[in-house]
């Protein structure tokens, strides 16, 4: 187990309707990244939190937003739900340190179905 | 732009040796990682390259040619607990993110 939480585990919403989606970094990180995985592909990414500000962001509608909390723990809200939004999604929590690539660290994803 | 790409599918035999592998096409680097991913489980990490050669890590080898924009994940010794996904994914050059292959999906068979 990495230490990265994500709640829930599970989830159904229908179309139109908002998510809410949580993520706990592992203790010492203060970075935190969101990915979107639909089945049989690999993850997408959709932005990163680094001390509380957005970081830089991968190629997703403003619909897709998000928040990172003193303690470095993180949300991502989807607004306007549609059936493609459906995916697991990934936070995955780092250390960027100086001199060299910074190795992520994933949580178990929420599921989440558009009906 | 970045361009990652992976075979979709590769079968192999338990004991048997299988090598994975990632072309890519990227606007920078800065290192190639490679993970494993179980069906509904979250990718966990297997090793990373930053410079060109063989990084041996157990059964789990990777290397990297960064001049040919290559790298492999070798397997030795299969075992069936081995059977996922392998992720192929480059550091965005601002050190961002991660952009990810569209994974290769291993079966080891008895």
């Known amino acids: 187990e990495t230490g990265v939480t994500q709640s829930p585990t599970h989830l159904i919403k229908t179309r139109g309707q908002q998510v809410t989606l949580r993520c706990s970094s592992q203790?010492?990180?203060?970075?935190v990244s969101w990915y979107q995985q639909a089945l049989g592909q690999g993850p997408q990414f959709i932005f990163q939190?680094?001390?509380?500000?957005?970081?830089g962001r991968g190629n997703f509608p403003p619909r897709f937003s998000g928040l990172q909390f003193p303690n470095y723990s993180s949300e991502l809200n989807v607004n306007a739900l549609e059936l493609d939004d459906s995916a697991l999604y990934l936070c995955a929590s780092s250390f960027p340190r100086g001199g060299g690539p910074t190795k992520e660290y994933f949580g178990p994803g929420t599921r989440l179905t558009v009906t | 732009g970045q361009n990652i790409d992976q075979p979709t599918e590769m079968t192999a035999t338990e004991g048997a040796i299988v090598q994975i592998n990632c072309t890519y096409q990227?606007?920078?680097?800065?290192?190639l990682f490679w993970y494993q991913q179980h069906a509904g489980e979250a990718p966990t990490f297997l090793s990373y390259?930053?410079?060109?050669g063989l990084e041996e890590k157990g059964r789990f080898s990777s290397f990297l040619s960064r001049s040919k924009g290559y790298s492999y994940l070798l397997l030795k010794e299969l075992q069936m607990k081995d059977s996922a996904s392998y992720l192929c994914?480059?550091?965005?050059?601002?050190?961002?993110?991660?952009?990810f292959g569209p994974g290769t999906r291993l079966s080891v068979l008895p």
């Open positions: 390259n930053v410079l060109d």
């Open positions: 939190y680094y001390r509380e500000e957005e970081n």
């Open positions: 994914a480059v550091r965005d050059p601002g050190g961002q993110n991660f952009v």
């Open positions: 203790s010492g990180h203060n970075t």
């Open positions: 990227t606007s920078g680097f800065n290192g």
